[in-house]
């Protein structure tokens, strides 16, 4: 079976063509500068479906599913209606990814379609962990909890992870740290999300390349009233000009942030030591939250390329690592699989 597995974000649209069941990618390739070079997402999907020359079955990457999606699905009227829904609370997200769930429909109608959430992983956590300390009926109202994202990759890595380990997931404690530009660490016990960094946004937790992860709330107020800044330009703030970018003053990119530290920029040393000790206390905190840990697991762009933060992440956790006999695993990240292997699983 011949799964296209579609990412589409606000300004490009990634593609893998995947043969199902032997997981064989066939073809890749991004269609960029949307809005710029090619008019829209329909223009960008054509593209690459003219470039194909069979599908059986498409796969979405779609970044919000709420609540109500807790596995992947099977594209329908209602499933739609519930992404556009969940459109108020991730609209640069899933804006784009129901752009190219409309462009297949238009252009093959009788096409089955799945959606594989970022969020569905972790909504297995626990009210106590994905809740905050807010008036509870805020939740209620307005649907203001911790959903967490990136779960396609937590899942599969740590699905991996038992596999090299050789033992069920259901005998496992997982830490798995996902950096990259985004990142995220999820607490996985027993195969499932039990706790995760990222929250009601992706803004939370771990420092990022742009994000500026765990702050006081009233730190941002009191900016806001200083500075006088409006919603808009403190979201962009703490989006897009904080993190690693914000701290070093010179890149969002670790490798940039390496190479100026090891010269001797103090900015770019500093910025390397926040992000680094966040982690740390993230994993602490985890294996807190698991009463133990098996295997702490490296992924994404910064987690499989440098041994550098690898290695200081894990230098002053080493008591820890001994203590409960931690394997420490660098696993590459495959989240289009992951949305192909979920696509033939429904389709089938
Ligand atoms: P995205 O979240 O956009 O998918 P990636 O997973 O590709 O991003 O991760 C991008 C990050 O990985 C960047 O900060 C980049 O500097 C970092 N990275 C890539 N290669 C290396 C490397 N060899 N050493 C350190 N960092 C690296």
């Given at each position: ?47 690459i ?12 990457r ?25 459109s ?9 990814n ?29 009210a106590y ?12 109202k ?25 033992r069920p ?10 950096l ?40 941002v ?25 914000g ?22 040393n ?43 992440v ?33 389709v089938?």
């Amino acid at each position: 079976m011949l799964i296209l597995v579609l990412n589409c974000g606000s300004s490009s649209v990634k593609y893998q063509l995947y043969d199902m069941p032997g997981e064989i990618c066939l073809a890749k390739g991004i269609v960029e500068k949307i809005g710029v070079k090619t008019p829209n997402h329909n223009a960008a999907v054509k593209r690459i479906i003219s470039s194909i020359k069979k599908i059986n079955a498409v796969g979405h990457r779609v970044v919000h599913g709420g609540e109500r999606f807790k596995e992947s699905t099977i594209i329908d009227k209602g499933v739609i209606k519930a992404i556009k829904q969940y459109s108020r609370l991730a609209p640069l997200h899933n804006s784009p990814n129901l752009a190219g769930i409309y462009a297949c429909k238009r252009l093959f109608p009788r096409l089955a379609q799945a959606a594989v959430f970022d969020t569905a992983f972790h909504q297995t956590m626990p009210a106590y962990a994905y809740l905050y300390g807010l008036p509870y009926a805020i939740y209620k109202k307005y649907g203001i909890r911790r959903y967490g994202f990136h779960g396609t990759s937590h899942r599969y890595v740590a699905g991996e992870a038992g596999k090299i380990l050789r033992r069920p997931l259901k005998s496992l404690k997982i830490i798995t740290c996902h950096l990259g530009n985004g990142c995220s660490i999820t607490a996985v016990d027993k195969g499932e999300s039990v706790d995760t960094s990222m929250g009601f946004t992706p803004l939370e937790g771990l420092v990022m390349g742009t994000r500026c992860g765990d702050i006081d709330p009233a730190a941002v107020l009191y900016l806001m009233k200083k500075k006088k800044l409006s919603i808009s330009r403190t979201d962009e703030l703490l989006n897009k000009f904080s993190g690693l970018l914000g701290l070093s003053g010179k890149s969002r990119d670790m490798r940039d942030i390496l190479s100026s530290a090891h010269r001797g920029n103090q900015r770019a040393n500093l910025a390397l030591e926040v992000f680094i000790y966040r982690i740390r206390k993230y994993i602490g905190a985890y294996i807190a939250a698991m009463n133990g840990c098996d295997a702490l697991v490296f992924t994404a762009g910064i987690g499989e390329n440098s041994p550098y933060v690898r290695r200081e992440v894990c230098r002053h956790l080493s008591s820890l690592i001994k203590k409960f006999k931690m394997r420490i695993l660098v696993i590459p990240t495959n989240e289009e699989l992951m949305i192909a292997r979920d696509t033939y699983r429904l389709v089938r």
